[in-house]
């Protein structure tokens, strides 16, 4: 019923109850819509939003990525700048070993060349290779492209160590080798009788001098040649006071005819050592040293091996 005024004619509007009922439920059904509308509308903001972080993620372990592939890369670098030095070493010692298969570099005389030109040693300096190429490729796959790439810097720096340990026991050897070699003159003074025959100067027959004779003043030092363990120090028939010491490999050396020994017997000595001081004693003409090289027990001329 509606009433305009109170003078204007009365009317009546009757509503069905189905139509109430259609209304009431088009009326849930949009606000249920609305609802879920806004709800969906929201969640797709968090999924953007989201996949903005996800984005920005991404892009930053694609770069950080590109920094583990350079580092990578400049790790490869540097052990094949190894490997080659290595290689180098091989040739130059003579200790290339096919069996082991340590060596890598060429073993032919060509290639033996050419590895120690000097444009191959600009290469083992500024030899960088390019990173990994990884364009369309999925994070998880250039993840698993470095890991294979590391697996095999990781054998490479193993062989290289084993490689690299044998050279180092070669040159210690070199090393303990060339501080036995006896390279110095023993005793300043001017040599009065060379290594070979010679007329005895007590009995003018021919025979052989077993070393060389250094003619200096009474009480001039006498210095270690090499290193080297004394093995005798004491009085000799023919070649007076005497000291012998061994250097090791075969080499041994003898100082006769001293006013006195410095060393004992098993005493260590190193290269320039004063061990005793120049005498007259023994089978001997005048004040001088007798000095003598032996390897292997046989005289050697003691000038071959001296360097200064």
């Known amino acids: 019923?509606?009433?305009?005024?109170?003078?204007?004619?009365?009317?009546?509007?009757?509503?069905?109850?189905?139509?109430?009922?259609?209304?009431?439920?088009?009326?849930?059904?949009?606000?249920?819509?609305?609802?879920?509308?806004?709800?969906?509308?929201?969640?797709?903001?968090?999924?953007?939003?989201?996949?903005?972080?996800?984005?920005?993620?991404?892009?930053?372990?694609?770069?950080?990525?590109?920094?583990?592939?350079?580092?990578?890369?400049?790790?490869?670098?540097?052990?094949?700048?190894?490997?080659?030095?290595?290689?180098?070493?091989?040739?130059?010692?003579?200790l290339n070993d096919p069996e082991r298969n340590l060596a890598i570099g060429p073993t032919d005389s060509e290639g033996s060349a050419a590895a120690i030109t000097g444009g191959d040693a600009a290469r083992l300096v500024a030899d960088v290779p390019p990173p990994l190429d990884t364009e369309g490729m999925s994070v998880d796959e250039v993840i698993e492209l470095i890991n294979m790439k590391l697996?095999?810097?990781?054998?490479?720096?193993?062989?290289?160590?084993?490689?690299?340990?044998?050279?180092?026991?070669?040159?210690?050897?070199?090393?303990?080798?060339?501080?036995?070699?006896?390279?110095?003159?023993?005793?300043?003074?001017?040599?009065?009788?060379n290594f070979g025959m010679r007329e005895d100067p007590f009995t003018g027959a021919r025979r052989m001098h077993a070393g060389i004779d250094i003619a200096a003043q009474p009480g001039t030092p006498v210095h270690a040649p090499a290193d080297g363990t004394v093995i005798y120090s004491g009085h000799e028939a023919g070649y007076g006071n005497l000291v012998i010491i061994d250097h090791g490999y075969g080499v041994q050396t003898f100082y006769g005819h001293l006013l006195e020994s410095f060393v004992r017997a098993g005493q260590k000595v190193k290269r320039g050592d004063k061990i005793a001081a120049i005498g007259n004693t023994g089978r001997s003409t005048g004040p001088h040293l007798h000095y003598e090289v032996r390897v292997d027990g046989i005289p050697q001329k003691p000038t071959k091996f001296i360097l200064d």
């Open 1 to 94: 019923m509606v009433v305009p005024d109170r003078h204007a004619t009365v009317r009546k509007y009757r509503v069905p109850k189905s139509l109430l009922r259609l209304t009431a439920v088009v009326a849930v059904v949009v606000l249920c819509l609305l609802v879920l509308g806004t709800v969906h509308y929201f969640q797709l903001l968090g999924d953007a939003a989201e996949a903005a972080a996800l984005r920005e993620e991404n892009l930053q372990l694609r770069t950080e990525l590109m920094g583990v592939q350079e580092k990578v890369a400049h790790l490869g670098a540097t052990l094949e700048r190894v490997e080659r030095l290595d290689s180098k070493l091989r040739m130059l010692t003579q």
């Open 151 to 193: 697996d095999t810097l990781s054998a490479d720096a193993r062989r290289e160590e084993t490689s690299l340990h044998e050279l180092s026991e070669y040159f210690h050897d070199q090393k303990a080798l060339l501080g036995a070699m006896p390279a110095i003159w023993p005793a300043r003074g001017w040599v009065t009788s």
